[in-house]
């Protein structure tokens, strides 16, 4: 499963922010689209079109009347092969020619000959970004189905400091990640956990391990964006939680424990990516850092936390329970043994050295039956899909089971 169609057509208004238009590309690019660039005149004065063209590697049109084919309608054809049509950055002038159907320029145009997906970036200044004019005519565009993401607030180009900054290029692409995506999960509940966890042995100090949560953010990311309400229990990291999910930090495995049984029973799938720590010092002190004054040789007893895995393997009802597990040798035999033991009905099995702090997995899925499949090295995100296309088929197993029950 992923995206329903790959063409999208880029509106470049003409402000400051144009330049940061030139990473969206780039982002969408990377993920597959295949984009179409249109430039107001005035946004060729900040950006030049060489710079959309060669990121994009289509031409790029600034003209109503220009067309590489004489019996093409530009405007109108490529409407039609447009799947979404984003305009980023939105500024107050080209907002107000598109609430009120003003149709002078190639931009304006093409938006009043398109009936599809439409989202919209407002970058402007803070005073003209609230004036009423604008606000209005983002509430119009808004109730016709468009789709407006919030500007920032912070400094701006013009030195003021307030709402009206271009949001990230990367937020931009996640929501029209979210447009575009099939939802086959729509109307299911994920939870979704990752990172490590810190299990301290004095105020400041922790044993911990080096996973980034970067494959449990995949995995929440790509649920959400498959239409699934998603629950994202993390350990410390540096990432930015996904747009769209439910974020709940934690810190210790006591602290993940707590957190995922008490949603349990509201979820139809848990998938537990995170690297919890098997076990936790007894703490040395309480409340105070530990001095090593006096201390020749420090001794930390370790006590056993909670096997989350384990307790939801025993208490689950109607959930499907997906398993991570990373380990340095006999990667099937130890999978096979946890996937049972645990009551998993999944189980994504990865070599130590080939998950942990990067950006790429291989993994191997063993499913409840049996059966295997080994994936080659691939992005984290590509696992994460490989990994719900596992999900999907035993949720429509146990729905049709659900439904001869009743």
Same mark, same amino acid.
């Given at each position: 499963m992923?995206?329903?169609?790959?063409?999208?057509?880029?509106?470049?208004a003409g402000?400051?922010a144009?330049?940061?238009?030139?990473?969206?590309?780039?982002?969408?690019?990377?993920?597959?689209f295949e984009?179409?660039?249109?430039?107001?005149?005035?946004?060729?004065?900040?950006?030049?079109?060489?710079?959309? #063209?060669?990121l994009? #590697? #289509?031409?790029?049109r600034?003209?109503?009347f220009?067309?590489?084919h004489p019996q093409?309608?530009?405007?109108v054809?490529l409407?039609?092969?447009?799947?979404?049509?984003a305009?980023a950055?939105?500024t107050?002038?080209?907002l107000a020619k598109?609430?009120h159907?003003?149709?002078?320029?190639m931009?304006?145009?093409f938006?009043?000959?398109?009936?599809?997906?439409t989202?919209?970036?407002?970058?402007?200044?803070?005073q003209?970004?609230?004036h009423?004019a604008?606000?209005?005519?983002l509430?119009t565009?808004?109730?016709r189905?468009?789709?407006?993401v919030?500007p920032?607030?912070?400094?701006?180009?013009?030195g003021?400091?307030?709402?009206?900054r271009f949001?990230e290029?990367?937020?931009?692409?996640e929501r029209?990640?979210?447009?575009?995506?099939?939802k086959?999960?729509e109307?299911?509940?994920f939870?979704v956990?990752?990172?490590?966890?810190?299990?301290?042995?004095?105020?400041i100090?922790?044993?911990?391990?080096?996973?980034?949560?970067?494959m449990?953010?995949?995995?929440?990311?790509?649920a959400?964006?498959?239409?699934?309400r998603v629950?994202?229990i993390?350990?410390?990291?540096?990432?930015?939680?996904?747009?769209?999910?439910?974020?709940?930090?934690?810190t210790?495995?006591r602290?993940?424990?707590?957190?995922?049984?008490?949603?349990f029973?509201?979820?139809?799938?848990?998938?537990?990516?995170?690297a919890?720590?098997?076990?936790?010092?007894?703490?040395l002190?309480?409340?105070?850092?530990?001095?090593?004054?006096g201390?020749?040789?420090?001794?930390?007893?370790?006590?056993?936390?909670?096997d989350i895995?384990a307790h939801?393997g025993?208490e689950?009802?109607h959930?499907?329970?997906?398993?991570?597990?990373?380990?340095?040798?006999?990667?099937?035999?130890?999978?096979?043994?946890?996937?049972k033991?645990?009551g998993?009905?999944?189980?994504?099995?990865?070599?130590?050295s080939?998950?942990?702090a990067?950006?790429?997995?291989?993994?191997?899925?063993?499913?409840?039956?049996?059966?295997? #499949?080994s994936?080659?090295l691939?992005?984290?995100?590509?696992?994460?899909?490989a990994?719900?296309?596992?999900v999907i088929?035993?949720?429509?197993?146990?729905?049709s089971k659900?439904?001869?029950?009743?």
């Open positions: 992923g995206i329903k169609g790959n063409r999208i057509t880029l509106g470049v402000g400051i144009a330049y940061k238009a030139a990473e969206l590309v780039r982002l969408m690019v990377k993920r597959g984009v179409r660039v249109i430039m107001t005149t005035n946004a060729t004065r900040f950006v030049t079109p060489i710079t959309f #063209q060669t994009s #590697q #289509q031409w790029v600034t003209d109503t220009e067309s590489h093409r309608v530009e405007h054809a409407a039609q092969e447009t799947d979404i049509f305009v950055p939105a107050a002038n080209i598109m609430a159907g003003i149709a002078d320029d931009l304006s145009t938006y009043l000959a398109y009936s599809g997906i989202i919209v970036a407002p970058a402007m200044n803070t003209m970004y609230l009423p604008t606000q209005e005519n509430r565009l808004a109730e189905g468009v789709v407006v919030d920032q607030e912070g400094e701006l180009a013009c003021e400091t307030g709402p009206g949001p290029p990367a937020y931009i692409m029209i990640m979210d447009l575009a995506y099939e086959d999960l109307g299911k509940t939870l956990t990752a990172g490590p966890t810190r299990e301290f042995f004095d105020a100090r922790f044993v911990s391990n080096p996973s980034t949560g970067k449990g953010f995949a995995i929440a990311r790509e959400r964006m498959r239409g699934a629950y994202l993390s350990g410390p990291t540096h990432l930015t939680p996904p747009w769209g999910v439910d974020f709940i930090p934690v210790t495995a602290e993940m424990h707590e957190r995922v049984t008490s949603l029973p509201e979820v139809d799938v848990v998938i537990k990516a995170a919890v720590a098997d076990f936790s010092p007894v703490p002190t309480k409340g105070v850092k530990l001095k090593k004054e201390i020749g040789q420090l001794t930390l007893t370790l006590e056993t936390n909670p895995l939801l025993r689950k009802k959930q499907i329970l997906v398993g991570f597990a990373a380990e340095s040798r006999d990667l099937l035999q130890n999978a096979e043994k946890k996937l033991e645990k998993l009905d999944l189980i994504v099995v990865n070599e130590v080939e998950g942990f990067m950006d790429t997995n291989r993994v191997t899925i063993l499913r409840k039956d049996g059966s295997i #499949q994936l080659p691939l992005p984290k995100e590509d696992v994460a899909k990994v719900l296309d596992e088929p035993l949720l429509n197993k146990r729905g659900d439904s001869l029950a009743y």
